[in-house]
């Protein structure tokens, strides 16, 4: 199993949330191959001057190339709220899982049909880094829920 995490942020090494997030990838090997593609284009700064339309828009064209055969998830707060287990069937049996995460003003809503779902990891506001860590975590949960391994009990 493959599993992308595709997230409208700019690239950094900090010295926080980096090795949380290489703990989970490396945790994860036995499972799955994760991996994290942090985008950030011009068009986005300009837009994020423009509007929170123009943001928007900004993230659609940046991460539409992204959309593949796999399952697409974006991560919406305006969406459902799943727990653990049903986070876990929604990496069952696919062969490829992409993940998105918007910019700052979220995605819109002509991005999110053309995902297969979306999902919200609840109703606080998180940091894009802290959802990333926090998705990065579920995701291993759900592989060892899957998985029969005892990391989820």
Do not use: W
Not at 14 to 30: F, M, N, T, V, W
Not at 50 to 66: F, V
Not at 103 to 125: R, V, W
């Amino acid at each position: 199993m493959k599993i992308n995490i595709y997230i409208i942020d700019k690239k950094s090494k900090d010295k926080l949330y980096a090795p949380l997030i290489e703990h989970y990838i490396k945790i994860s090997k036995p499972f799955a191959k994760v991996e994290v593609f942090e985008i950030f284009t011009k068009e986005i700064t300009k837009a994020h001057d423009i509007s929170t339309e123009a943001s928007q828009k900004s993230y659609t064209i940046a991460l539409e190339k992204y959309l593949s055969n796999g399952y697409n998830i974006a991560l919406n707060p305006e969406s459902k709220e799943v727990d653990s287990f049903k986070f876990s069937n929604l990496l069952k049996d696919r062969g490829v899982v992409n993940f998105f995460i918007g910019g700052a003003y979220g995605l819109e809503s002509d991005f999110l049909t053309l995902c297969n779902n979306d999902i919200s990891l609840g109703k606080i506001t998180l940091s894009h880094k802290l959802a990333k860590v926090v998705l990065m975590e579920q995701i291993f949960r759900g592989l060892t829920i899957l998985n029969n391994h005892p990391y989820h009990k």
